[in-house]
């Protein structure tokens, strides 16, 4: 079965700097990979995805995030943080090919934004 | 595009009441739907996947019985929280899955049980 970890629970970043937001997988293919956003109480925005092709995917808002199989990582990024960028992020796994395309979610890196 | 809607976004009610939230994909089809529960500062965990036109498929712990699922049509599926007592307080989230398989949420529904 698939699994997700975020090693970093809270990050705080300040306005302008770059992000980098960690996420490891373990899955035994090529997994369908996502990075989601939630604004408190809120529901969760797709920011971007990676099925196959091109390694560095980009989404809305700025991010990006680049699938590196010999780390099963997939990593996002972001040159300038805006302050609207503080948020909860998940990182998600999908399998392929199980129909129902279950996700498995991350536990969340919290991303804090200092003036 | 890719819109997901919940009503209600919250509800209370007393305990040993039913509660039922919709989830609706507003200009997709989706025939499979999710239903999530998050606690406060936790990660989403799944609870059941439903498939229009066929029983739900519940995660190992959910209860069925007590967390009721039909997914009606291809834009609306339901949750019914039969019973519902405090323990049972959390933020619920489906999301739809359209058909390049990306899931897409919606904004959540708070449930509070007195």
């Known amino acids: 079965a698939q699994s997700v970890t975020q090693p970093d629970i809270h990050i705080t970043v300040s306005e302008g700097a770059s992000l980098e937001l960690r996420c490891n997988y373990s899955?035994?293919?090529?997994?369908?990979l996502f990075w989601y956003v939630q604004s408190p109480g809120q529901g969760l925005q797709l920011l971007l995805k990676?099925?196959?092709?091109?390694?560095l995917v980009q989404g809305i808002k700025g991010f990006e995030a680049e699938f590196k199989r010999s780390q099963s990582s997939f990593n996002l990024r972001k040159p300038s943080v805006h302050w609207s960028d503080a948020a909860e992020y998940f990182c998600a796994v999908g399998a392929r090919g199980t129909g129902f395309q279950k996700l498995v979610f991350g536990t969340g890196t919290r991303l804090l934004v200092s003036p | 595009g890719a819109v997901v809607s919940q009503h209600p976004s919250w509800v209370i009610c007393k305990s040993g009441t039913s509660v039922k939230i919709e989830c609706r994909s507003l200009?997709?089809?989706?025939?499979?739907m999710f239903w999530y529960r998050q606690f406060p500062k936790q990660s989403l965990m799944l609870m059941a996947t439903s498939n229009e036109g066929s029983k739900a498929t519940y995660e190992q712990g959910v209860e069925k019985d007590k967390f009721l699922i039909n997914h009606a049509s291809l834009t609306l599926s339901t949750l019914t929280v039969t019973s519902a007592h405090p323990e049972d307080s959390s933020f619920y989230i489906c999301s739809a899955r359209e058909v390049t398989d990306t899931q897409y949420f919606g904004p959540g529904t708070r449930l509070t049980v007195l």
């Open positions: 899955y035994g293919a090529t997994p369908y």
């Open positions: 990676y099925f196959s092709g091109d390694t």
């Open positions: 200009d997709f089809q989706a025939t499979t």
